[in-house]
């Protein structure tokens, strides 16, 4: 079991660390896209951890991989 940083136990923390992350991202590829941003807002208010938004962000990138696949067998 992960124990969770302080920073992270309060929506003023959580929040901190993402401005944080996407200064860092702002003007990069590695920027989150919308479904992304709608882990984060997620997190930031407490409705997620941030292990359930690792796992929905691994999740989206294997079906996107499987996707992929699909679409280069089909051609």
């Known amino acids: ?7 992270l136990s309060t929506e003023h923390g959580r ?3 993402v ?3 996407l200064a860092l991202t702002h003007n990069t ?3 989150p ?3 992304e941003e709608e882990l984060l807002d997620q997190f930031v208010r407490g409705e997620l951890s941030i292990e359930q938004v690792l796992t929905h ?3 989206s990138a294997s079906s996107e991989d499987d996707q992929g696949a699909r679409n280069a067998a089909a051609q």
């Open 29 to 31: 590829h590695l920027a």
């Open 15 to 17: 929040r901190r660390a």
């Open 57 to 59: 962000l691994e999740e």
């Open 1 to 7: 079991m992960s124990q969770e940083s302080p920073l």
């Open 19 to 21: 401005r944080f992350a």
């Open 33 to 35: 896209q919308r479904f």
